[in-house]
């Protein structure tokens, strides 16, 4: 699993190429999964780029930030110290519209609801803040993952697993809520 890229371009996508090899770092044969595995990366202003992998050799799936001048990425930076204890998994990093917030998945994390939830950072001058849980109007019992907002910033968009019973997989089902609702602000003004 790897990152490609196409363009709209005069009415029509473009043939999709793959990320280079700073951001697309393949896996090798045999190697287990999630190591070097790439599945989204997002920007809101098309200078500053988030993502998640496991690096070869690590055992969490860390987030990563990278920018890209005139078509090329420089070397990814590890985005550090958002809990006190670094072996949760993270994944699907994206910026609010406003630039303000980190938001992302978080497995296991010891303050979660359920096995994964989603989390926020802030920005701050020296770098993110330590991550909060967004909350239980978008976070509960069930998994929560694949955080996103409309392009105006109006909605937040999410995904949630439902089990019946005691099924192994459930139904993922999407969810949206006004971004106000959420009261990101008031998480860091405590």
Do not use: C
């Not at 490609?4 to 029509?12: A, D, L």
């Not at 595995?37 to 987030?63: H, P, W």
């Not at 694949?146 to 105006?152: A, L, T, V, Y």
């Amino acid at each position: 699993m790897n990152i490609w890229k196409t363009e709209w371009k005069n009415g029509k996508w473009t043939e999709p190429k793959p990320l280079n090899d700073i951001i697309n770092q393949v896996q090798i044969e045999k190697e287990e999964w999630p190591s070097s595995n790439q599945n989204s990366i997002f920007t809101n202003d098309k200078l500053n780029f988030y993502f998640a992998t496991m690096v070869r050799g690590s055992k969490t799936i860390e987030m990563f930030q990278t920018k890209q001048i005139k078509g090329v990425f420089s070397q990814p930076i590890k985005i550090d110290n958002l809990f006190k204890d670094d072996k949760y998994w993270k994944s699907t990093p994206i910026i609010s519209p406003n630039g303000k917030y980190l938001i992302f998945n978080v497995y296991a994390a010891t303050d979660g609801k359920g096995g994964e939830d989603i989390y926020v950072s802030q920005k701050t001058e020296n770098g993110w803040s330590f991550a909060k849980n967004i909350g239980e109007l978008i976070n509960t019992k069930n998994e929560e993952a694949s955080p996103r907002f409309s392009q105006d910033g109006k909605y937040f968009f999410f995904t949630r697993e439902n089990k019946e019973k005691n099924e192994q997989d459930g139904i993922w089902s999407i969810y949206y809520v006004e971004t106000k609702y959420l009261q990101i602000e008031k998480l860091f003004n405590n």
